[in-house]
């Protein structure tokens, strides 16, 4: 049977957590990170560190595998995002609380997700021998770009196996079965310059980037609209080019963010774009991350369905996350492994001015998160 932890618990360690300043830029996750880890040891958890940069530490612990299957991965960020330019009214970073609510920035995205994983972890402290068990990954670096976990999917070695993601981002607890791909790029465009009285003389790269970003605008993805994602989406995010107001530029970049659906091919679609965009334009690409999709009636989703309706008292839609997730990059290491998304924040709190948690949703998730592990470990 399940021990249940109380709200006063998983509160009091949601605030541990925000209180480590994790705001990334610059992200200093490393505390918090060895905060984390210590907890999962004392609970008998395998624990390593893997640091991407100076102080950049991302968390693995597992417990169990000794088991037929593949482990169960629980997985967190440890980043939050900049406080923003507005004042806040409460501490971002003391863990206040109000009624039902827990605040601080990364109460939502994702500190209470984390915070409800740990709980869960410790509930299954010294008995998952003998079952696939679970492995816990705490990742740095997401906000910006998923950069930790991207190391991470490239040390298989650390990562070993694992048959299934629950990814706490905030969902207000609604299980959702992938989001988007990502595709983000640069197109640097080259003139000549000349003064701006003799145009005549030079080549202006901003008219090149104008007209591209007008193709760009018309663009045909060519696919048809996925069931649950929508259709693919592409948005010209900067424009940037010339330094003075009397000379013709010979210098322009465009900022470029292409989200995916399942079945777009990411490398025909960049073939495609960079014809779009005109072949003298150079392309950088920044970030290429597929879509994480998971069909709804798969089994574990089923059962984790069938969870959340037993908890929550109603049945979930089958829908997807908005945002990217850390998944894109750890299922390229364990491939096929079916994600879910599903944490405790309030999704609409994520980066706000005064972002807060539910007290309820984040004792909520302890109880979700302990259903999965236990049916999991069941197999
Ligand atoms: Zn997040």
Redesign the pocket.
């Known amino acids: 049977m399940i021990a249940r932890m109380n709200a006063a618990d998983a509160v009091s360690l949601a605030r541990d957590l925000l209180r480590f300043e994790t705001v990334n830029p610059p992200g200093a996750e490393r505390e918090c990170a060895r905060f984390a880890g210590r907890l999962l040891e004392d609970w008998g958890y395998a624990v390593e560190y893997h640091e991407y940069a100076e102080a950049r530490t991302s968390v693995i612990a597992r417990a169990g595998g000794d088991g037929e299957g593949a482990p169960l991965c629980l997985t967190g ?1 440890l980043d939050v995002v900049p406080l923003g330019a507005r004042a806040w009214a409460k501490d971002p970073f003391a863990g206040e609380t109000d009624g039902d609510r827990l605040y601080g920035r990364g109460a939502s ?2 500190k209470a997700g984390v915070a409800a994983m740990l709980l869960a972890a410790r509930t299954f402290a010294g008995k998952l021998a003998g079952t696939p068990g679970i492995v816990l990954v705490l990742t740095a670096g ?2 910006g770009g998923c950069v930790g976990s991207q190391h991470l999917a490239a040390r298989p070695d650390l990562m070993g196996r694992a048959g299934a993601i629950v990814v706490g ?2 969902t207000s607890n609604e299980p959702l079965v992938g989001h988007k791909g990502s595709v983000k790029f640069y197109a640097r465009f080259r003139g000549v310059a000349a003064h701006g009285s003799m145009p005549h003389l030079g080549v202006n790269a901003v008219y090149k980037a104008a007209r591209a970003v007008a193709r760009l605008e018309a663009f045909d993805f060519g696919v048809a609209p996925h069931p649950v994602m929508g259709a693919p989406t592409l948005n010209v995010g900067t424009f940037e080019g010339g330094s003075g107001i009397n000379l013709v530029p010979d210098a322009a970049r465009i900022g470029v963010d292409v989200r995916t659906v399942p079945g777009v091919d990411h490398a025909a679609l960049l073939e495609r774009l960079a014809a779009t965009i005109g072949e003298e334009a150079e392309l950088e690409v920044v970030s290429d991350l597929e879509p994480v999709w998971t069909e709804p009636g798969s089994a574990w989703v089923a059962r984790v369905f069938e969870i959340c309706s037993r908890v929550r008292g109603k049945a979930p839609e089958p829908r997807t996350a908005p945002y990217m997730t850390d998944a894109a990059n750890l299922r390229r290491v364990w491939r096929g492994a079916p994600a879910v998304v599903l944490g405790p924040g309030e999704p609409e709190m ?1 980066h706000q001015t005064d972002e807060y948690c539910s007290i309820e949703r984040l004792r909520e998730a302890v109880a979700l998160y302990e259903a999965i592990v236990a049916d999991w470990c069941a197999r």
């Open positions: 960020h995205d994702m997401e906000e981002e905030p994520a």
